[in-house]
């Protein structure tokens, strides 16, 4: 699997636009870049995915350059409910299967 | 639609003993993947188990096993607890066709004495 390099940790003031930077630089053609997030002792919750192009939901949006190398997940209008830890991930689907392996994500505090 | 559920949320055992977590995945996936989180190792993946059988497998020894059931639900087995396997285990549910976003349970939080 690619690896990914997250900061460890990020501030943001709330209301303002949170931008959390990953770096895929190993990534390969068919590995799709997703980000989840891990609110204190809950289960990670599914944000978003893309595998080429800039995506966007409810919840984020996902801008992956063009080299396909690094990614940025930005949370538009941050809320304090926001902080948590932010994984990203790159994986595929390999005879049928996908295997996930989770880094130590970015610690994001929406600061009021 | 629910969310994935997991039984028991809270756990204590004692060392040597074995335990039995389970998991209800959304309605209509048919993947079931078991994650091990830890301070110090975060989240590692256990297994996947896709229509009943198991089509992944992380680097935990045999101690660990599960299981897959006609409707999807999902078990793991810890045997012989260990202190180190004091634990969130979390499962998460796909529908494993397609780009396979996962989507997490609340967890079982294991202590082992």
């Known amino acids: 699997d690619a690896k990914t390099t997250q900061p460890p940790s990020m501030d943001c003031a709330e209301g303002r636009a949170a931008n959390l930077p990953c770096n895929h630089s190993?990534?390969?053609?068919?590995?799709?870049v997703y980000w989840y997030r891990q609110i204190h002792s809950q289960g990670p919750q599914y944000i978003i995915h893309g595998l080429k192009n800039n995506e966007t939901n409810e919840m984020a949006s996902l801008i992956i350059t063009e080299d396909r190398k690094s990614s940025t997940l930005i949370l538009p209008h941050a809320t304090l409910r926001d902080t948590a830890v932010y994984y990203c991930i790159v994986s595929a689907r390999i005879g049928g299967y996908q295997k996930v392996t989770f880094g130590i994500g970015t610690k994001l505090q929406v600061i009021p | 639609k629910a969310g994935v559920t997991q039984t028991p949320r809270y756990l204590i055992k004692t060392r040597g003993q074995q335990v039995t977590l389970s998991c209800s995945p959304i309605?209509?996936?048919?993947?079931v993947s078991w994650y091990q989180q830890t301070p110090g190792q975060g989240l590692q993946f256990l297994f996947e188990y896709f229509s009943e059988t198991q089509r992944n497998k992380g680097n935990f020894p045999g101690r660990f096993s599960g299981r897959q059931f006609s409707n999807s639900r999902s078990e793991m087995n810890v045997s012989t607890l260990e202190l180190g396997d004091s634990a969130l285990y979390l499962c998460a549910s796909s529908s494993g066709q397609g780009t396979y976003e996962q989507y997490f349970g609340p967890g079982t939080r294991l202590t082992v004495t």
């Open positions: 309605s209509g996936h048919r993947s």
């Open positions: 190993t990534i390969s053609g068919n590995e799709y």
